[in-house]
């Protein structure tokens, strides 16, 4: 009998039958691939190039059940397992080396009640397919800030973007999935049925089951918001920084801004004498009704390079960024979150962004709080609730390019600003360099209930591909 040698989730090698894939295949409505099978560049491709990855075989579920045929299989055989939505995450955890891959992308529908306020949604779906189904009816909830991003991933690590400082975190707005846990039981989970496992997912990743079905409370945004980038010349990053402080110290729920550091690319709408010089910039979005006195800060600040603030669809603004990480590239990332923007961090920080090597990095502060830090800190195991912004260096560059140069850039300038830190971090942008302590300090003192949960939940760990809770011991 021919078999299949998948790497096993104690790290040895497993040679299962191929005819058991066969089975697995006649028994789902999705698709089982193998290595040169139509489709299986697209199921393996993931955004970070940096970290691509080979698994032996994917299976694409088209339902619940699905999922859990394909869990079984693994559970059973002992296989190394990961779970891809939209691939875009930094640590490039959707696929498992030489195991087996469940690839998300067929179950990417939205179904949205506007009535009820509610969005059902698929986990292979994209955030522009949320945003462009609900924009129809004057609606949204938080997601991110790049539109080729997955929602799973970014949910279930919490979920930050232009409108959680009126909303929350996206898992703040998170009503009810349908998951399938480790031992392929299909369970609803919400505030009041399996009420812990609901509080694990909100925060903590893919530790915990396969979700099916995410459902998110709706609100009343757009279709049309004020938002949009706008820039200055790197020699008045004091002047900038110190407005965007008093900006953000004061800006109302509607008003979220992030500041940009890095080196002018070529782009269209960027001035050609300004191309490869260093810039500082403030991208904004304001989903309220007082855009214009609320952003006259910003407009104070004088005579600036490109001012592309203005009215334009939310849908627009949600994909305005999705140029500025295209998938392929090599991508690497430390980030911090912080209590507030001290005069010390704002040197270290412009120090460190004024020595970005290249002209696909960039150096960011993200404007949180608001909304964010409201809940409990019960009400959901994303951690950190009590800080007030993140920061961090965000490297990118061709694959051909040697990496030295970006990865010392991006360790040097991030050692510089962790004094400043919270000793807090957002799992979702770590990296497989991280120590697990690092995974520990995103979730603070929510980790040992996530480690009780996991031990419930999923006891073999058969979800480790990812930032990973190990189950508590007894």
């Known amino acids: ?9 104690e790290g040895g090698r497993i040679d299962l039958g191929s005819q058991r894939l066969d089975d697995l295949a006649a028994r789902i409505e999705g698709r089982v ?18 970290a691509a990855r080979a698994p032996a075989v994917v299976v694409q579920p088209e339902s619940a059940r699905d999922v859990a045929a394909a869990l079984g299989v ?7 397992l990961s779970v891809k939505g939209g691939g875009h995450n930094i640590a490039g955890t959707a696929v498992a080396e030489g195991g087996m891959t469940l690839d998300m992308a067929r179950m990417r529908e939205v179904s949205v009640d506007p009535d009820a306020r509610l969005a059902h949604v698929g986990p292979g779906c994209l955030l522009q397919d949320v945003d462009r189904a609900t924009q129809r009816h004057g609606l949204a909830t938080v997601l991110g800030f790049v539109s080729a991003v997955g929602v ?11 409108l959680m400082r009126r909303f929350g975190w996206a898992v ?24 812990e496992l609901f509080w694990a997912l909100r925060g903590g990743g893919g530790n915990f089951g396969v979700v099916t079905r995410f459902t998110f409370r709706l609100h009343e945004v757009g279709p049309m918001i004020t938002g949009g980038l706008i820039l200055w010349g790197a020699d008045r990053a004091d ?33 050609a004498p300004w191309h490869g010089k260093h810039v500082i910039g403030m991208l904004v979005c304001h989903s309220g009704s007082n855009a214009d006195a609320d952003l006259a800060p910003v407009r104070a600040v004088a005579n600036p390079i490109v001012d592309l603030i203005g009215e334009k669809p939310y849908v627009e603004q949600q994909s305005m960024m999705d140029g500025t990480e295209p998938k392929g590239e090599h991508y690497y990332w430390k980030t911090e979150h912080l209590p507030g923007l001290s ?21 960011v502060i993200f404007h949180i ?15 950190n609730r009590d800080a007030h912004y993140l920061t961090g260096f965000a490297g990118a560059w061709p694959p051909g390019d040697a990496p030295d140069a970006h990865l010392t850039w991006v360790r040097d300038a991030w050692q510089t600003i962790r004094p400043f830190s919270t000793g807090g971090n957002y799992v979702n942008f770590q990296l497989t360099d991280d120590e697990p302590a690092r995974t520990a300090a995103a979730y603070g003192p929510n980790f040992e209930r996530l480690r009780r949960a996991k031990a419930t939940y999923d006891p073999h760990n058969l979800f480790r591909v990812n930032r990973n809770i190990p189950p508590a011991t007894a």
């Open 1 to 9: 009998m021919t078999t299949i040698d998948i790497v096993g989730r």
């Open 33 to 50: 691939l193998r290595t040169g099978d139509e489709g299986w560049d697209a199921a393996v491709l993931v955004w970070n190039a940096m």
């Open 74 to 80: 693994a559970r059973d055989h002992g296989l190394l």
């Open 152 to 162: 799973a991933g970014l949910t279930l690590g919490g979920g930050f973007g232009y």
């Open 172 to 195: 703040d707005n998170l009503q009810e999935v349908e998951i399938v846990t480790a031992d392929g039981e299909i369970r609803t989970a919400d505030r009041d049925e399996n009420a």
């Open 239 to 271: 002047e900038v920084l110190a407005t965007y402080r008093e900006l953000t110290e004061t800006a109302p729920r509607e008003l979220t801004a992030a500041v940009v550091m890095r080196i002018a690319p070529p782009a269209p709408f960027v001035p």
């Open 343 to 363: 005069r010390g961090f704002l040197a270290a920080f412009r120090a460190g962004a004024l020595k970005v090597p290249t002209v696909c990095s960039e150096s």
């Open 369 to 383: 709080g608001g909304a964010a830090n409201d809940h409990a800190a019960d009400d959901g195991a994303v951690g």
